[in-house]
């Protein structure tokens, strides 16, 4: 993997361990669902400017998107 790639993906998951519970459920919550496919559904979350998308397991589900549960 590419050095910058992993500087982003390291700073994101710092970011989001450092969430509450709260702020958490509010980032997901904004997140824009992509569609489904094989792996299921998926949704797009914007982290400090770093754009990555994300599956949508359980019941989670983005603003707007159909319950997964």
Do not use: F, K, N, Q
Request: aromatic content about 2%; charged content about 20%; glycine content about 14%.
């Amino acid at each position: 993997m590419h050095p910058e790639r992993l500087t982003a993906y390291s700073a994101v998951s710092t970011r989001l361990s450092l969430l509450s519970d709260h702020r958490l459920r509010a980032l997901t919550a904004a997140a824009t669902p992509l569609g489904s496919g094989i792996g299921g559904r998926s949704a797009e979350l914007d982290v400090d400017g770093t754009r990555g998308r994300t599956p949508c397991a359980g019941g989670w589900r983005p603003s707007g998107g159909p319950r997964t549960a």
